[in-house]
């Protein structure tokens, strides 16, 4: 790698040169030729008499200050450096660019054929030149110009001007009142279908929503709309924030690089996390498009409303939108299900990419391209952050923190600090040594020791934090440490101590501390970390008999949960250790599992939940040095267990159980029991051939697809036949075919390497489709250990062929699927050497995008 793009660093921050109030942009649409108009009042926040702004591939064509021509200027790089100007000023710049060119999905670009945008975080300097940074708050004026064959011409905010022009075209003009920075600037022009609704405020103002899907998919838009209409009223009910403008919008498009964006009035979304009907979309779809509809909109206060000063502080808009969506989803569905969906998030992908070679602290210090760090880090552990803050000060310290938030920052461009000094200033509590949580990577690992005395009737508890090398300090962090304890019949303890705040949360702030509770008159049992009050590892010795007791005792769900995944855990450990031996579920584990069901659960999804074992990015993180057969063996070997063991049960809940096929939680539940079971069925000697054909063949897509997973997983022999018959189903709907995509790509035969190569040619399959690659390639790097991780390491070639054809068709989605590869140094020596070969030599590749460079070359150095 001869070429270095520069990194830019938190510590240079410099606020802007200028200001601008207000921007009018005119957009005359054509494929090859956009002509975008800018027309601005710049004034100087110093002295200076010349101002730099930011454009990539913009086709200059007129340049004038105050109306005139002016040609002291230059283009450098990605710089327009405009000279001899006074303090204040208006530029207008004309620029041509080719929507039809661009395939970063990034800026202007077509999508099926509509025009879109994206602009976060640094898009909007393929559109214009500008000052493309968040903290520069504009008001917008927007007119959009298009053949009459693109009916709805959209940007942000207000309707204020339409009409009909020459030559076929019309032209429609907006208004955002509201000052944004540049990256929530949006617009949309196509033939869409819509679907129209209002929301009534709770001021009383009428809103109109508005959801825009390509033709022939209406019927598809409703439980958007419905997700839309209850993340408005959860807003104005937990956090008191209304809706601002009267319009709220939705865009649809097939081709996006990520979920969604928040665009002030005018969201953009990947169609898959907006169309839903049963016939196509499974219960989990359906959820993630109500949290994923919830967050863009929550957005609204917390991003746009209130926005970030720099992208380091992206954590600040992302972190916090995130637990918002979270809390959205525990109030309106199960609070322990979404915490278990949260954690499993964490552990699967966070915790490694806080081991990896891209760890950083949720406000990274140093970026060199700005779209990486859209992370699991940023978002999750960000958000993890913010539920520490919420337990700490708790609902009502955290809401008066809000409102001070708001308070004091709307309007503005702010930073991660700007919030928790709200927090602490609103409550009264110190939070400084918390905010290290912001500037420190790594996940932090307590290890806990008690103590019991029983003449004295004292338990001990005592945790020591200890962080992984970092280049900074090591400093302790605050850490929220919600506890339980059990007595033997498996009764809470009530937590009578000075220092445990809302009855479970002891507060660790020392390097080790230790915690004494009187009037204990038998050894309790100690749930720990309870809700997973801190994205924390744990060590602390449990035995068999203490996991079972919590399994079975706990007073949360989640806490059962978490002690089941620690006995899976254990026990996979086992296996590993001594593969040769023949293997037997540990008699307490078996007891417990068929006690779940015995003791006739009143929560069916949870069930499913608990008889689910932790996955294999999860397990990897208890290894130096992963063991890829060993553990890829033993996953398998302890479902079969757990399938022989509960064969007789799950039989008898599958048959005897029926759902009506709607989306009550109660049906929902039932869905995700059977097809658990199905699951496990399939892996044993029972004839599970009937009920995979019946619901292989059913008209609801969670039981078709449950069908389908099971099949290929236990590789049945009615798989090929199954897998045959849902293509020709589905291949006119590329949103399902990705459903199969996936399941192609997580097969763990020999032959799925060639499978995938193959599929590449199949009609459905595009490359310049982000959805595709992600379903095909995305799910075999990530979730397909046995062959990517291949001994000829015939799968990291696939995976490295593709991102060398990405790396310029669009570098952002060749560069979130590298991650597999990038930690290569977790695996034993021939597997190093494997992966190191395709890091080496994609980094060889001739115009590496900086995308891709920054995360090789942090990989290899
Ligand atoms: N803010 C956008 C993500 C933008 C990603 C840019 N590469 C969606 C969201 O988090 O809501
Ligand atoms: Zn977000």
Redesign the pocket.
């Known amino acids: 790698m001869t070429y270095k793009p520069q990194a830019k660093y938190l510590k240079d921050y410099q606020p802007p040169s200028h200001q601008v109030e207000h921007i009018d942009l005119t957009f005359d649409l054509s494929p090859q030729k956009t002509v975008v108009t800018a027309k601005y009042q710049l004034e100087a926040n110093n002295q200076s008499r010349s101002v730099e702004l930011d454009g990539v591939d913009l086709k200059l064509t007129s340049l004038k200050v105050n109306g005139l021509p002016h040609t002291k200027y230059e283009v450098i790089d990605s710089k327009l450096i405009i000279d001899n100007i006074p303090s204040k000023f208006e530029l207008e710049v004309e620029t041509e660019i080719a929507p039809e060119l661009n395939t970063s999905l990034?800026g202007l670009y077509l999508s099926d054929g509509a025009y879109c945008t994206?602009c976060?975080?640094e898009?909007f300097r393929k559109i214009t030149y500008f000052f493309d940074r968040p903290d520069v708050l504009a008001t917008y004026t927007v007119t959009v110009i298009g053949d009459n064959s693109f009916p709805y011409l959209l940007s942000n905010g207000n309707k204020v001007e339409e009409g009909k022009l020459e030559n076929g075209k019309h032209y429609v003009k907006w208004q955002d009142p509201f000052k944004k920075p540049s990256y929530l600037f949006a617009l949309v022009a196509g033939e869409f279908d819509l679907l129209e609704d209002t929301f009534k405020t709770c001021s009383g103002r009428d809103v109109k929503l508005q959801i825009f899907v390509d033709k022939g998919n209406l019927s598809k838009a409703p439980h958007a709309m419905e997700s839309l209409k209850k993340s408005m009223k959860w807003d104005e009910e937990r956090f008191n924030l209304e809706y601002d403008l009267d319009i709220y919008m939705i865009v649809a498009v097939d081709f996006f690089?990520?979920?969604?964006?928040?665009n002030k009035g005018l969201n953009v979304f990947n169609s898959a996390c907006v169309l839903a009907n049963q016939e196509t979309a499974t219960d989990r779809d359906y959820h993630v498009i109500e949290s994923?509809v919830g967050?863009?909109y929550f957005?609204n206060w917390t991003?746009n409303r209130v926005t970030c000063r720099d992208w380091f502080q992206l954590s600040l808009?992302?972190g916090l939108?995130?637990f918002r969506d979270q809390e959205f989803s525990s109030d309106l569905g199960s609070r322990a299900l979404n915490r278990i969906d949260a954690v499993n998030a964490m552990r699967t992908h966070q915790f490694a990419e806080d081991a990896g070679p891209m760890a950083h602290p949720i406000r990274p210090e140093k970026v060199i391209e700005?779209?990486n760090f859209?992370t699991v880090t940023v978002?999750n552990k960000g958000a993890e952050v913010i539920r520490m803050m919420h337990t700490l000060l708790g609902e009502l310290g955290f809401q008066n923190g809000m409102k001070l938030y708001f308070e004091r920052h709307d309007g503005q461009a702010v930073t991660c600090d700007d919030f928790v000094n709200s927090m602490a200033d609103a409550t009264g509590t110190d939070l400084t040594q918390f905010k290290l949580w912001y500037s420190q990577f790594g996940t932090p690992k307590l290890k806990v020791r008690t103590q019991y005395n029983k003449t004295q009737g004292e338990y001990q508890i005592e945790i020591e934090q200890v962080h992984a090398a970092q280049d900074s300090v090591q400093v302790p962090l605050h850490i929220p440490v919600a506890i339980e304890l059990l007595d033997n019949q498996g009764v809470r303890i009530n937590l009578e101590h000075p220092e445990v705040r809302q009855g479970r949360v002891i507060e660790l702030k020392a390097a080790t501390q230790t915690f004494t509770f009187e009037g204990v008159s038998e050894e309790p049992t100690l749930v720990l970390l309870e809700d997973f009050s801190a994205p924390c590892l744990l060590e602390y010795d449990y035995t068999v008999a203490q996991l079972c007791h919590i399994a079975m005792f706990a007073s949360s769900d989640y806490a059962r949960w978490e002690a089941l995944q620690q006995l899976y855990t254990q026990q996979i450990r086992e296996y590993v250790k001594g593969q040769e031996v023949d293997f037997v579920l540990s008699k307490e584990l078996s007891a417990v599992l068929l006690s779940l069901f015995a003791n006739k659960p009143k929560d069916l999804a949870i069930l499913a939940e608990y008889i689910t074992i932790p996955n294999f990015d999860t397990l990897s993180a208890g290894y130096e040095q992963v063991p890829v057969e060993a553990l890829c063996n033993a996953i398998d070997e302890l479902e079969n267990q757990i399938a022989h063991v509960l064969k007789d049960v799950l039989t008898q809940f599958y048959r005897g159980t029926q759902e009506s096929g709607s989306l009550s939680a109660g049906d929902v539940a039932i869905r995700a029991l059977k097809n658990r079971s199905l699951y496990y069925l399939a892996l044993t000697d029972a004839d599970v051939s009937t009920s995979l054909s019946m619901q292989a063949s059913s008209t609801n897509m969670t039981n078709k697809l449950g069908a389908l997973r099971s099949a290929v997983n236990a590789n049945h022999s009615l798989q090929n036949e199954l897998m045959e018959h849902f293509d020709k189903q589905w291949n006119h709907d590329l949103l399902v075919m990705d459903k199969w995509f996936a399941l192609q790509a997580a097969n763990k035969v020999d032959s799925c390497i060639d499978n995938i190569l193959s599929l590449y040619e199949h009609p459905c399959f595009d490359k310049s489709n982000p959805n595709r690659v992600r379903a095909l390639v995305g799910t075999f790097a990530r979730s397909n250990p046995k062959q990517f991780h291949r001994e000829d390491g015939a799968g990291y070639k696939l995976l490295a062929d593709l991102i060398c054809e990405l790396n310029q068709l669009n570098p952002?989605n060749a560069s979130r699927i590298i991650t597999p590869l990038l930690s290569f140094k977790r695996f034993d020596e021939k597997r190093q050497g494997l992966m190191k070969a395709q890091l080496d030599r994609l980094s060889s590749i001739e115009n590496l995008s900086d995308d891709l460079f920054e995360k090789i070359d942090k990989a290899l150095n």
């Open positions: 990034e994206q976060e975080a898009g690089n990520m979920g969604a964006m928040e994923i967050h863009e957005h991003g808009k992302e939108t995130v700005m779209n859209y978002y952002q």
